[in-house]
Each structure stands twice: as C-alpha cells, then as structure tokens.
C-alpha cells in the first residue's frame, strides 16, 4: 500500500494532570499524494488462451511513520480531539489528562518504590530476552536461507546440466555395449581353443597319479597298523602288549592324543576307500588328508614314547627284543615315512592338476566367464535403452525439482521475514515497556 496511514500510540503513567500536544515540527511534515484509483478490466481464460498462476504469501502491514508518546505524569484521559486517520500539527492539544485522583498517590513509601523497582528489573529481564531471541532469530535466518539457497542453487545447476550429461551418458553406455561385446567374443575364443587342448591325451598321468594314489594309502594303512602292534591303541584289534602302562607315564595326556590320532587316521582311510573309482580329483583331496592324519599319527607317537617310562616289561634298551630306545627309533622311522607320504600326495595331486580332469575344470571355469560375458553385454545393452527412455523424464523431473526449489527458496524467505519482524516487535515492545518501568520508578522518585 503506497498511502500509508500514520498511527499515534500513547501510553499513560499515573501521576498529576497534565496536556499532551502533537510531537514534530512544521518542517516534518509530508504532502500526502493523492494517488487515483485504477480501473480494473478483466476477461475469461478462453479467451487470454493463457494459464496465469497466481502465488499467495503472508505478510504485514505497517505504517511508514509511527509516534510514540508516553505522559510524564499520569492521570484520566478526557476530552479527546484528535480521531484515528486525522493529521496534527505541532503544538496542537490532543487530550487533557485530569488530575484528581493525583493527591491520592502525591505521597509513595517505600513498599511502592520497592515494587517499581522490581517492575524495572523484569522490564529489564523481558528486554535482554527479547533481544537474544532477535538475535538468535537473525542468526538461524540467516543460516535457513543459506541453505535453501544451496538447494536451489544446486537444483537449478542440476537441471542445466542435465540435458549435456544425459548425451555423455548415452556415449558411455553404448561404449560399455562395445566393450561387452568384444569380451562375449574374447571368452567364446578362449573356449574354443581350451576345447582344442582337451583333445590331447593325459592319460599317462592320470595312471601314474593313480598308481601313486594306491601306494600311498597303502603305505599309510601299513604305519597306522604298525603303530598299533606297538601301542595297543586299538582295544578292538588283537594287540596286546605287556608295557601299556609304561606308555605316556610322565604325561597321561600324551596317550589320550595318540589314541585319538589314531583313530583320525583310521577315518580318513576310510574316507579314501569310500570315494568313487571315477573321482580321482577327490580321492586326491582324501589322499592328502589321510597322508596328514598319518603324519599326525607318527608325531604323536613319537611324543608318547617320549614321555613313556621303563620297566621290567619295558626295558631301557636291549639288544633283542622290545625296549624303550626302539620304540623311539621305530617311531623317528614312521615319522619319515609319513613325511613322504605327505609329499607324494601333494606331487600326485599337483600331477593331476596338469590332466585333462584339471582342463576340465577349465573348461567349466571359461564356460562360466562366457555365460557371464553374455550376461553382461545383454545388461550393457538393456542399460542403453533404459538410458535412451528415460531421458525425457530425467529432465522433466530435473525441471520439476528446480521449480520446487525456487518456490521453496521464496516461501522460506518470506517465513523467516515474517519471523524476524515478529521479533523484532517483541524486542520493540519490551523496549516500550522497560521504558515506561523507567519514567514510573523515576515518577515516584
């Protein structure tokens, strides 16, 4: 509204009568311009064939100039000349206050300035806390419209950018395409010739591999049966030995380990005899496990004799027959036979890796890579006409989400001026009020 209208607010203390008269000067005052009324012309929507969209904010209206009197003495109001809307001059008389009940409060004591005073400081306590609110109001303002302009800035760059990325992305995607293309040919290749290969005949190795094979889980059953004519370690068998109590004697634990290596290796015998003729990677695998087991056997073993004690039926040494030193030195030898074992299950498993069965593994492995290379070019080509479609939403949705951000951007920017005038009309008014606490403390001093 360009024709402001000017208010007059008064405030009145109690105190003796007195006339108030119109503050300002001849020099202060404004010719008011007279501003015609504008016509108006409307028409249908049909016929503008336009949509105009037409946007709502809140806000406030206030006068240009505003005056605030306060009455240095306080007193009844009576016989108003002046009416809202009306214009003053200086030194014109707008009220006459009365002053008849002003003898009554003529004397004040000092439960009365003592109540003033405690008037001042709330006064004084509303004002400081509408101050910091002011301030704290600015501050976080400050703070909300940075970062509604951060995402309107970054929604409007989003939507310029859009357009020449979405042909960058095009160009990528049909590069992929390319590229998935060229490792469906790479893979159908290596297929091809791995096939080749397979034609040649391994099956020298594989008969040696398995002739290995036999000889070393032979050569194990041979050391676990050893094991056991020396140790008795098995109740089910026919072993009996008249030392059994000298086995272990300075480590109980050591029988225990032995007696359960012992029957880890009869398992993984077991597990040997139990794969099928066919399944030579497997049996390999079991070959190395139960050549481990035996390992284990021998090391045990060798441990329980070590913590085994002498007797009459178990002599220290003795040139015939069976004595502790020998049961320690047959032991060293098992431990030497089971680590050839070891090692001849791991070359027989490394021999088997070079046959035909480990080019079949290969094959299996390019069969995979080639499927998965097919996988990926139909993805690569999928991607691109998912690319291609969804261009036009992209930026439809870009444009939408730039809109929204700018109308978001404004409606906080008017929120958070209408919070800052707010407050800033509290700090005003707790000003207005810390000021009349003042004059009324200073009335009755």
Do not use: W
Not at 212 to 230: A, Y
Not at 365 to 389: F, G, H, I
């Amino acid at each position: 509204m360009k024709n402001p209208k000017k208010f007059l607010a008064i405030l009145l203390l109690l105190g003796t009568a007195s006339i108030i008269s119109a503050c300002g000067t001849k020099k202060e005052e404004k010719k008011t311009e007279i501003i015609e009324p504008l016509g108006v012309s409307a028409r249908m929507v049909k016929d503008s064939k336009t949509l105009e969209e037409t946007l709502e904010f809140p806000g406030i209206i206030s006068s240009e100039q505003e005056a605030k009197i306060i009455a240095k003495v306080g007193g009844t109001v009576k016989n108003f000349s002046f009416a809202a809307g009306d214009k003053v001059s200086a030194g014109q008389i707008l009220l006459n206050v009365d002053d008849a009940k002003g003898a009554i409060y003529a004397d004040f004591d000092s439960a009365q300035i003592r109540q003033a005073q405690i008037g001042v400081s709330l006064a004084q306590s509303s004002l400081h806390l509408a101050e910091t609110s002011y301030a704290n109001i600015l501050e976080q303002a400050t703070k909300d419209l940075e970062q509604a302009e951060i995402a309107k800035n970054q929604a409007v760059s989003g939507k310029d950018n859009l357009s020449a990325s979405s042909q960058e992305s095009i160009k990528s995607a049909e590069l992929l395409l390319e590229q998935a293309m060229l490792g469906t040919g790479i893979a159908k290749n290596n297929l091809d010739k791995q096939k080749k290969i397979i034609g040649e005949s391994n099956s020298n190795n594989i008969s040696t591999a398995r002739i290995s094979m036999t000889s070393v889980r032979d050569q194990s059953l041979q050391i676990i049966d050893g094991i056991n004519q020396l140790t008795a370690l098995d109740d089910k068998k026919t072993a009996m030995i008249d030392y059994k109590n000298n086995l272990g004697a300075r480590d109980l634990d050591s029988y225990t380990n032995a007696k359960t290596s012992y029957f880890a290796a009869l398992l993984a015998y077991d597990a040997v005899q139990n794969v099928a003729g066919n399944s030579d990677n497997t049996k390999a695998d079991e070959i190395i496990k139960l050549a481990t087991a035996v390992k284990k056997l021998t090391d045990a073993s060798k441990l329980l004799f070590d913590n085994s004690i002498s007797s009459q039926n178990l002599p220290a040494s003795s040139p015939s027959g069976i004595s502790l030193s020998g049961l320690k030195a047959q032991a060293s030898a098992f431990q030497n036979q089971a680590n050839a074992l070891v090692s001849a299950a791991n070359a027989l498993r490394q021999l088997l890796t070079t046959t035909d069965l480990s080019s079949d593994l290969n094959i299996s492995n390019l069969e995979n890579a080639y499927e998965l290379a097919k996988k990926q070019e139909d993805s690569a080509s999928q991607a691109l006409n998912t690319l291609r479609a969804g261009n036009k939403s992209g930026n439809d949705q870009a444009s939408f989400g730039a809109s929204a951000a700018k109308k978001q951007y404004e409606a906080t920017k008017n929120r958070l001026e209408l919070q800052k005038q707010a407050a800033k009309s509290q700090a005003d008014v707790a000003a207005l009020s810390y000021q009349n606490a003042l004059t009324a403390l200073d009335g009755l001093y």
